[in-house]
């Protein structure tokens, strides 16, 4: 069995496990957010965000910062219920062939005393300089964690699971839908949407989040 870690995953590691379908960045119905609205608390918090993005040099700070100062406020924003949105999430699955194992950078998902139990959304935070890789492998990699997680609870054959990756401010969703889960091969179908600067579209980006996550628990 192919034993794959998410920090280390390559897109040929995912290409030799699964049959992998992608699509490239373009507005998907899934990002048309418009009917979704913001609450005046968010639309105050977001305003704020977006004046402290505009003041910092963002591609100057650290990944650290960027995720205290601008990534995880978005991501509370989203939280509702028991939706609850984490930082540095265990993720491990088993699939007939290959097991992947790592930790998320963060999820939003439904959380019982502090531990997600049905992930949503999963997140790879995007290293940059000399340690800087493309994270569209190891995103594909949690998304297949999540859709498998998600199936072991749902047990739907067809599993439509939600990702982001960002780097520095900015960011990027993935939509994926995994099938033929307990095959030797699985499939993913990956959907891109183009990418959002929070400085500008930190309303566009709380909309996608909070759309993502109704759609999920429907």
């Not at 009917?35 to 993005?53: A, C, H, K, M």
């Not at 650290?64 to 601008?70: E, K, L």
């Not at 492998?137 to 439509?160: S, T």
Request: proline share 3%; net charge negative; glycine share 6%.
């Amino acid at each position: 069995m192919n034993q794959l870690t998410l920090s280390k995953i390559t897109l040929n590691d995912i290409k030799r496990v699964v049959q992998l379908k992608e699509f490239g960045s373009r507005s998907y119905d899934w990002t048309l957010v418009d009917n979704i609205e913001l609450t005046p608390r968010e639309q105050t918090r977001l305003t704020e965000l977006e004046s402290t993005l505009d003041a910092d040099p963002v591609h100057l700070l650290n990944e650290s910062t960027i995720w205290a100062r601008a990534i995880y406020p978005l991501l509370q924003l989203s939280e509702q219920d028991d939706i609850r949105a984490l930082s540095g999430v265990s993720l491990q699955a088993t699939y007939q062939n290959f097991s992947l194992d790592g930790i998320a950078d963060g999820v939003i998902g439904r959380s019982i005393t502090g531990r997600i139990e049905v992930p949503y959304i999963v997140m790879v935070e995007a290293k940059r300089g000399i340690e800087g890789q493309n994270p569209i492998a190891q995103l594909y990699g949690e998304l297949l964690v999540a859709a498998r997680l998600n199936w072991e609870v749902e047990e739907r054959g067809i599993q439509e699971v939600f990702g982001c990756y960002t780097i520095a401010d900015s960011w990027t969703f993935v939509r994926a839908i995994v099938t033929e889960i307990e095959s030797d091969r699985p499939t993913l179908t990956t959907e891109h949407s183009r990418e959002y600067a929070e400085k500008t579209s930190a309303f566009k980006i709380l909309k996608i989040l909070k759309s993502i996550i109704q759609h999920s628990i429907q």
